[in-house]
Structure formats: structure tokens, C-alpha cells
């Protein structure tokens, strides 16, 4: 699976915006864009993921470039409970990669009131 | 529906000893995956079951082994502890391996080892 490199950190203020960058320079053709997130000390939770349409489902919007080298995770309006690690993962999909994730070290996002 | 339960939450072992955790996945689940996470080395998969048959596993030695049976409920067990195993234990679980559904997560099994 293609490696993945996200800020180590943001802010965002409540209610606001929240745009997660991921820089996935190496995809492949047959790789998905995933992202997760981690609230402290739970299990991470599934977002959103694309191949190379913008996505968008009741969480969050997915923008991925063009040339598939890059995406970004909106989170249109931001609340507290926003505040969690965000993880970019891309990953094929198909028999030998069954359901295997690899994590990075995601972006630590603070939503500040 | 119910979503990914693990037990124990919590366990404390001390060095040497072995443990066994279990994960019982989403109704109709038959993949489950296991991960361990430390601050040190982050969120790392350990193994995937699917159809009582392990499918796929990470960098981990033989100390850590699992199963699943037929209902899909899975376990993973770690012999011989050491200090180093401390850590959050997560299990996910999919309908369908390789397909590129989302997986959802339990809340984890937090082992220290003493």
C-alpha cells in the first residue's frame, strides 16, 4: 500500500471549516483513498473513502486531486467532538489485501471552542 | 444492530504469563481483523481471519497467534508476555475482506503487563 504523510497536528475553531491534507504521492491506479479517525482511547471510526471522484457522505466531503497525488478531508462544520486523530490511509482493495489497514501517525485535529 | 464488543476492557498480567482477548464482530460480519496499538509504534495489524482461516498477517512473532470459529467470533492470544505487549488491543470486523467496505471497530482491550 502506497505510504501516506499528513500533518502531525491542526486547529480548528468551532463551526468552522476543518480542511485535513494527505499527500499520497506513489498511489497506484487500484488504490483507494480511506480515512478513519481516533477519539482518544476508542476505536477508530470510518469517514469516508474515493478512488478519484470528490466524495461526500453525511460526515465529511473528499477532495481528491486530479492526478490522485493528494487529498483533502473537509469537515464542513466543525463541532468539539471533532477533536480526534485523523488518519489517511490508502489501500487496494481485492483478495491478498483482504481487510488489512496501515496505519500512519494521522493528524491530530483540536477543535477549539 | 449491535456494534463490535471486546472483552475483557481491561487486563492486567504480569511478565510470562498469557492472555487470551475476544472479539465478537457485527451481526453478519465474517472478517475480523486485529490490531495493536502502542504510543510508541502506533496502530499495527497483527492478523485477519475470514471463514475460520487466517488470511492475512502483520510483522508480529509467534507469541501472538488467534482464531475465529463459526459463528465469526474471533480471539487472539499472546503467550509468554512481556512488557513490551502493553498495549491497546483493537478488533475490526467487515462483511466481506478485500471489498471496500468500511471496517467498524470495537472499543478495544487495554493489556498492561506488569
Known amino acids: 500500500d502506497a505510504k501516506t504523510t499528513q500533518p502531525p497536528s491542526m486547529d480548528c475553531a468551532e463551526g468552522r471549516a476543518a480542511n485535513l491534507p494527505c499527500n499520497h504521492s506513489?498511489?497506484?491506479?487500484?488504490?483507494?483513498v480511506y480515512w478513519y479517525r481516533q477519539i482518544h482511547s476508542q476505536g477508530p471510526q470510518y469517514i469516508i473513502h474515493?478512488?478519484?471522484n470528490n466524495e461526500t457522505n453525511e460526515m465529511a466531503s473528499l477532495i481528491i486531486t486530479e492526478d490522485r497525488k493528494s487529498s483533502t478531508l473537509i469537515l464542513p462544520h466543525a463541532t468539539l467532538r471533532d477533536t480526534a486523530v485523523y488518519y489517511c490511509?490508502?489501500?487496494?482493495?481485492?483478495?491478498?489485501?483482504?481487510?488489512?489497514?496501515?496505519f500512519g501517525e494521522g493528524t491530530q485535529l483540536t477543535v477549539n471552542p | 444492530k449491535a456494534g463490535v464488543t471486546q472483552t475483557p476492557r481491561y487486563l492486567i498480567k504480569t511478565r510470562g504469563q498469557q492472555v487470551t482477548l475476544s472479539c465478537s464482530p457485527i451481526s453478519g460480519h465474517r472478517s475480523v481483523s486485529w490490531y495493536q496499538q502502542t504510543p510508541g509504534q502506533g496502530l499495527q495489524f497483527l492478523f485477519e481471519?475470514?471463514?475460520?482461516?487466517?488470511?492475512n498477517k502483520g510483522n508480529f512473532p509467534g507469541r501472538f497467534s488467534g482464531r475465529q470459529f463459526s459463528n465469526s467470533r474471533s480471539e487472539m492470544n499472546v503467550s509468554t508476555l512481556e512488557l513490551g505487549d502493553s498495549a491497546l488491543y483493537l478488533c475490526?470486523?467487515?462483511?466481506?475482506?478485500?471489498?471496500?467496505?468500511?471496517?467498524?471497530f470495537g472499543p478495544g482491550t487495554r493489556l498492561t503487563v506488569l
Open positions: 506513489t498511489i497506484s491506479g487500484n488504490e483507494y
Open positions: 490511509i490508502v489501500r487496494a482493495l481485492g483478495e491478498t489485501s483482504g481487510s488489512r489497514l496501515t
Open positions: 475490526a470486523s467487515s462483511s466481506l475482506p478485500g471489498t471496500g467496505g468500511e471496517q467498524f
Open positions: 474515493g478512488l478519484k
Open positions: 481471519y475470514f471463514s475460520e482461516t487466517q488470511r
